[in-house]
C-alpha cells in the first residue's frame, strides 16, 4: 500500500500500482477508498515510449541479449537474463511512479491538457511535413 497524494493514508493498492487492476479503478486513475480522489500514475516519457508495445520490447531484449551474450557462454542465458531486466524495469518504474491528484478529464480518456496540448501540435507538425514532402517538394523539384 502507498500513500495517497490528497489524504496520505495508505489506500492505494499495489495491485493497481503494479497491474493496473483493482477494484476500486475507473480505465487510468485509482479512487482513493478515504477521500475519494482519482489519483493517477505520473508518467516516465523515454519508458512509455520504450515499452509502447511488443514489438519494440522484443527488439530492445533482443539488442540486450546480443550484448550480454558475449559475457555469457549460452544465448539462451542472455534471453533469460534480459527478459529479466525488463521484466524487472517495468514494475520498478511502476511501482515507484510519482501519484498526483487526476484530473476527471484525464480519468475518462487517459490525456492530460498538456498532453493533449502537445498531442494537437505533434499532429500538425506531421500533417504539415507529409504535405510538403509528398505534395510541395516533387512539384519545386
Not at 487526476?102 to 507538425?125: N, P, T
Request: with cysteine; aromatic share 14%; proline share 2%.
Amino acid at each position: 500500500m502507498k500513500k495517497c497524494p490528497n489524504c496520505s493514508k495508505n489506500t492505494i493498492d499495489t495491485k493497481w500500482l503494479l497491474f493496473n487492476k483493482s477494484n476500486h479503478t475507473t480505465k487510468y486513475c485509482f479512487e482513493c477508498l478515504s477521500c475519494n480522489t482519482k489519483i493517477r500514475k505520473q508518467k516516465n516519457i523515454i519508458l512509455d515510449i520504450l515499452t509502447v508495445d511488443i514489438f519494440t520490447m522484443s527488439i530492445l531484449v533482443l539488442l540486450l541479449t546480443i550484448l550480454i551474450e558475449n559475457y555469457l557462454p549460452s544465448f539462451m542465458y542472455a534471453l533469460i537474463i534480459s527478459i529479466l531486466f525488463f521484466i524487472i524495469l517495468h514494475f520498478t518504474t511502476e511501482y515507484f511512479s510519482k501519484l498526483k491528484v487526476a484530473e476527471e478529464d484525464y480519468c475518462l480518456s487517459g490525456l492530460s491538457r498538456k498532453g493533449a496540448f502537445f498531442a494537437l501540435i505533434m499532429m500538425a507538425l506531421i500533417i504539415l511535413y507529409t504535405i510538403y514532402y509528398l505534395i510541395i517538394k516533387p512539384l519545386i523539384s
